[in-house]
Each structure stands twice: as C-alpha cells, then as structure tokens.
C-alpha cells in the first residue's frame, strides 16, 4: 500500500503497544547475527511527536543530509476545523526544529510527497472552496527543506490530478510521480520530472486496464535502466487468481514491457501491497497479500530470483502479510513491515530485513503499524529510519 492510500486511513486511531525487545536473526546456524558481527546498534531509538500533537500525513528524510520534514493536522471542534502545520526535524534527535504554514479553519491542509534530490521536498496543497468538501490540489515546494518554508510552486503538467505515489530517488534529478486525472475517470500517468527545476520532461499516459487503481500499481525507479518499474495485480488480487505482474516503462520513449511474477500459495498471491527498487542494480522486491511471501525480482533482466516466506509463516497466513517496503540501495537490504509480527503471536508489529538475494537478515521489532503500513523512510548512510508509530502523531527511529 503507498503512502498516499495511508492518508485515506490515518484518521483512524490506534491503540499504542510499544514492545522494547530486538530480535535479530542470525544470518547462519553458529554465526553471528548482522548487527552484532558489524557492531553496530539495532533496534528502537527516539520517538518524536508533532509539536501541535496532530496526526501525521507523511513525512520523508533527507539521506544527505540530517532534516526530515512531516505534514501534521487535527480535527479541532465539531464544525470540522481542522488545525494544520508544516514541520521540520532532525532525524538524530527527533526534535521539532521549525514549524510554519499553520492555519486554522477548513479550506488548508498538507501531505509530504517526497525529499528528492537536493533537500527538495514536494507537497501536496489541499485547497477546500467555499461551500464544497472537495479539495482543490496544488503543489508546493520546499526548496532546501531547511529553508524552513515554501519556496515556490510546482506546476502540474496536466490538470487536476492527484499525486499517489512517488519513487524514492534522491541521487539523480530524474523524479517518478505516480498520478491520476481527478476529472478524467482516474486516468493513470507517469510523470518524469525535476522537482527542484520544476521541469518535466514526459507524461506517460498509461494504460487505464492494466493500470487502473483497483489493480493496486506499486511504483519504483530503475536509475540505471532508465526505466519505471510497476508491480501489480491485474485481476485485483482475486484468491485463486492471475499471477502478479511486472512492468517495466521507458521514461523516453513510454514503451512498456512486462514479466509475469510469483503466484505461490494455497489462495495465490493475491495483491501487490509493497515495492521495493535498488536503483542502480535492479533488483526489486515486492511484498503479496494472500501468502505472506517477499518476492525478489531481476527487474532489468525480467527474471526471478526467490520467494521467501515472513519469518514464522506459511502460504495461508493472509493476516501476517506484509505491506510497504524500503530499500537501503547502499548497503543492499530491503526492510519490509510486517503490521502483526508473526514470531509474536501477533503481538506488536515488525520490519523485516532481508538482503537482494532474498537472504534473512534480521528482524527488529517492537513497532506497532497500522494495516497495510507504508515503508518506513531510512537514511543507509547512518543506517537508521523512521516509522509511524501509534495513533499517527509520533514517529519512531530504529536502527538497522
């Protein structure tokens, strides 16, 4: 599920469980396990909250740098006025280091889109008219995020759309939005940008079928291959039904090319929830609904390389499933988030790390996830991320 499904469910509260355990799986019988052999601290850390305690509507790191940003709001009388805020923070205290765009009423509010390339973040702008509940988009943005404000505007190729998804990418200046046209039947584009110059440089206008949002497309960046990567479901994720599929689009040219993925299980495969994409090797990972698997993919040699099972699971366990996946291309791991940590009894929540063969690496746990939780966002140069964590107010850092 991407983050920006999340901001459908975020109002929803939930309750906060926090375990203080770490456990980390040994990469062999008789060997050390990964954190102990690199000496490095793994587990839970900071936990930070907003600094007017609403909940929080994405948030993103800068991996060169040590600023994070969030978008923070509330409902705040029974007239629906809701209290809004932009925020910074520093990723190694989780201390709030400014806050800015507040307002007070029902016409503004904000979502993260995205640090790209630069310190540069997008935002997504809700703008409620008058007499109406649905919201106007427009994109701001902050370019560094530790000006502390908005620094201009994007502007949309194509009118009215809304921005889901994003590739993280924060190496080059090519930048992958995901988006739908609001008043064109939700018609899907690929939109290849430069956030920072607020350029674009294609709009890939995809196929509404295969594309279509209740196919659940899962967007990724292959850097070296020039190429978009999607994982989906093309039946919906139906139990019994069609394997997943991979497709693989041109950002020049719009060409696409796809590759059938794992459909494993006693049900199938079911739904994409996660992707994950090394942007320089390739490799993919994705995570399916109805089998609790992590599936590794050669996605520029449209191959397959293993599917492995969520430690203490089996092909059945639809409710310990996992969702969003992150990817530490420097150091080559994938952390995926299991919300019901199945070695727990489904007690607490879980990431799981896995490295781009597929190989167990360890699991951290102690979280507490929503259903289909988004991926955490990391910085590999520290090898330290932040999560959601409980009602969505706090934020929590973790080492990996």
């Not at 509940?133 to 943005?141: D, S």
């Not at 993280?168 to 584009?189: G, R, V, Y």
């Not at 991979?246 to 199938?268: C, E, M, P, Q, R």
């Amino acid at each position: 599920m991407s983050r920006t499904i999340l901001r459908n469910a975020v109002r929803c509260s939930l309750a906060v469980g926090l375990l203080a355990t770490v456990c980390v799986a040994a990469m062999a019988a008789g060997t050390q396990s990964a954190g102990t052999a690199r000496g490095a601290r793994v587990g839970l850390g900071k936990t930070l909250t907003t600094k007017d305690h609403g909940q929080i509507f994405g948030f993103d790191l800068n991996q060169s740098g040590e600023d994070g940003v969030l978008a923070s709001a509330q409902t705040i009388d029974p007239q629906g006025d809701v209290l809004v805020s932009m925020e910074t923070f520093d990723q190694d205290t989780g201390k709030i280091t400014k806050s800015f765009a507040k307002y007070t009423g029902k016409r503004n509010e904000y979502s993260i889109d995205g640090i790209f390339a630069g310190d540069v973040a997008l935002v997504t702008h809700y703008i409620t008219p008058n007499n109406s509940i649905y919201a106007k988009r427009t994109y701001e943005e902050m370019n560094p995020v530790t000006a502390g404000k908005f620094t201009g505007a994007w502007k949309a190729p194509v009118k009215d759309i809304d921005v889901l998804q994003w590739a993280e990418n924060q190496t080059t200046s090519t930048d992958l939005l995901f988006a739908i046209e609001l008043k064109n039947a939700d018609a899907s584009d690929l939109i290849v940008t430069d956030v920072g110059t607020n350029s674009v440089s294609n709009v890939i206008h995809l196929d509404p079928n295969l594309f279509c949002l209740c196919n659940g497309p899962q967007l990724g960046q292959y850097v070296a291959g020039n190429q978009a990567v999607f994982a989906l479901s093309p039946d919906s994720g139906a139990v019994g039904g069609e394997a997943p599929v991979n497709v693989l689009v041109d950002l020049a040219s719009g060409n696409t090319t796809k590759f059938i993925g794992y459909n494993n299980g006693f049900y199938h495969a079911g739904s994409v929830n996660g992707l994950g994409m090394d942007p320089n090797t390739g490799i993919g990972a994705t995570t399916t609904e109805l089998n609790a698997q992590v599936e590794f993919y050669d996605m520029g040699k449209k191959s397959k390389i293993a599917a492995v099972q969520l430690p203490c699971t089996q092909d059945t366990d639809q409710t310990y499933s996992g969702s969003g996946i992150a990817v530490d291309p420097v150091n080559k791991l994938f952390l995926v988030t299991e919300t019901y940590d199945a070695c727990n009894g489904g007690t607490g929540s879980a990431l799981v790390v896995y490295d781009e063969s597929g190989n167990l690496v360890e699991t951290i746990e102690g979280f507490q996830f929503f259903i289909g939780e988004a991926a955490p966002t990391l910085n590999p140069a520290k090898r330290m991320g932040w999560a959601y964590n409980g009602q969505f107010s706090q934020l929590r850092q973790f080492f990996y």
